[in-house]
T-cell receptor, first 112, second 111 residues
Framework: DGGITQSPKYLFRKEGQNVTLSCEQN?????MYWYRQDPGQGLRLIYY???????QKGDIAEGYSVSREKKESFPLTVTSAQKNPTAFYLC???????????FGPGTRLTVT | GDSVTQMEGPVTLSEEAFLTINCTYT??????LFWYVQYPGEGLQLLLK?????DKGSNKGFEATYRKETTSFHLEKGSVQVSDSAVYFC??????????FGQGTRLTINP
C-alpha cells in the first residue's frame, strides 16, 4: 500500500536536546511538507520541498532544520533553539503544485 | 496575506441533524479550496475540494460550493452520523502552492 509513514508516533525529549522526526513516502511524490499543529489551532507550515536537494522555509521555520537527499524522505530536526517544541507534527506530500496533499499519521513530540 | 476563517467550535449535534460549518477566505486571485478531516490521534484526510468558482465538491455525503461572490466554502451534510465526529479544517492553496488552514472546527455527534 502506498502512503506516508511517520515515526515514532510519540516522542519524548529533554529540553536542550535536538530530535529528528522521520517522514517517508512511497507515493513517488515530488513535493513534501512539514506542519506543526497546536491545540485549537490550524496547521502551520514549517518547511517544504518541491524537489530533491531543494527546500524552502515556511511560516515558522525558526528552530527547525530539514534535508531532502532522497525523493522518499524528508526528515525534520527540532533543534534546541526552538523555544516551544512540544506539538503534534504532520508530514505531507503531493504530486506537485495544485494537487492535493496527503498526510502522514503524525508524531506527537513532548519536550520537558 | 492569504487567510481562512472558520466557524468557532466546538459544534455538538444529534445524529441525523443537518450540519453546516462556515468557512470564508481572503486571497488574491482564485485559489483552490479544500476541506480536510482529522479523526482523533490521526493525520488529516482530504474530504473534498473545488478548484474554481461555482464548483461543488462532494464526498461521503458532505458538500461544499466555491462561492466567489461571498468568498466562502461552507461545508454541509444533510444527516450526520456518530462516525462523523472529528475536527474539520478548511484550507486554500495560497502563494507558492502552500496550503493555508483555518483553525479547525471540532464536531461531536451524539447518538
Amino acid at each position: 500500500d502506498g502512503g506516508i509513514t511517520q515515526s515514532p508516533k510519540y516522542l519524548f525529549r529533554k529540553e536542550g536536546q535536538n530530535v529528528t522526526l522521520s517522514c517517508e513516502q512511497n507515493l513517488n511524490h515530488d513535493a513534501m511538507y512539514w506542519y506543526r499543529q497546536d491545540p485549537g489551532q490550524g496547521l502551520r507550515l514549517i518547511y517544504y520541498s518541491q524537489i530533491v536537494n531543494d527546500f524552502q522555509k515556511g511560516d515558522i521555520a525558526e528552530g527547525y532544520s530539514v534535508s531532502r537527499e532522497k525523493k522518499e524522505s524528508f526528515p525534520l530536526t527540532v533543534t534546541s533553539a526552538q523555544k516551544n517544541p512540544t506539538a503534534f507534527y504532520l508530514c505531507a506530500s503531493s504530486i506537485g503544485p495544485h494537487y492535493e496533499q496527503y498526510f502522514g499519521p503524525g508524531t506527537r513530540l513532548t519536550v520537558t | 496575506g492569504d487567510s481562512v476563517t472558520q466557524m468557532e467550535g466546538p459544534v455538538t449535534l444529534s445524529e441525523e441533524a443537518f450540519l453546516t460549518i462556515n468557512c470564508t477566505y481572503t486571497a488574491t486571485g482564485y485559489p483552490s479550496l479544500f476541506w480536510y478531516v482529522q479523526y482523533p490521534g490521526e493525520g488529516l484526510q482530504l474530504l473534498l475540494k473545488a478548484t474554481k468558482a461555482d464548483d461543488k465538491g462532494s464526498n461521503k455525503g458532505f458538500e461544499a460550493t466555491y462561492r466567489k461572490e461571498t468568498t466562502s466554502f461552507h461545508l454541509e451534510k444533510g444527516s450526520v452520523q456518530v462516525s462523523d465526529s472529528a475536527v474539520y479544517f478548511c484550507a486554500l492553496e495560497g502563494g507558492a502552492q502552500k496550503l493555508v488552514f483555518g483553525q479547525g472546527t471540532r464536531l461531536t455527534i451524539n447518538p
